[in-house]
């Protein structure tokens, strides 16, 4: 199993994080969304927020690759969720143009 780590922020309006918020509440979750992320080989999946910037945490079985979740993520209704939620989140600065989730390096591991 892979881990990859990565970051974005969410715009910093306290109304727009809190109905980010909501929409990533289990009782909000669309299905599709998560069947898609499932089918790109993600077997788990966890955000973190400390103020406006997040965290992702993703593991991974052999079959994910960051081409297949972008295949994946063509999907209509996954093209409406990206759409959904780019109105609430912002590139981290350094980005490429229209990169959202930025991976990160890890730099130590407890050994």
């Given at each position: 199993m892979t881990r990859y780590c990565l970051a974005l922020d969410l715009k910093d309006d306290p109304n727009l994080i809190e109905k980010y918020q909501w929409h990533h509440a289990p009782e909000n979750f669309w299905p599709e969304i998560n069947e898609n992320i499932h089918k790109a080989g993600v077997l788990d999946m966890e955000i973190y927020r400390f103020g406006n910037r997040?965290?992702?945490?993703?593991?991974?079985?052999?079959?994910?690759?960051?081409?297949?979740?972008?295949?994946?993520?063509?999907?209509?209704?996954?093209?409406?969720?990206?759409?959904?939620?780019?109105?609430?989140?912002?590139?981290?600065?350094?980005?490429k143009p229209g990169e959202k989730w930025v991976l990160m390096e890890r730099l130590f591991k407890l050994p």
């Open positions: 997040m965290f992702m945490i993703m593991e991974v079985d052999d079959t994910f690759s960051f081409e297949r979740m972008e295949e994946i993520n063509q999907h209509p209704k996954s093209l409406e969720w990206e759409a959904l939620m780019w109105g609430f989140q912002q590139a981290l600065p350094g980005a």
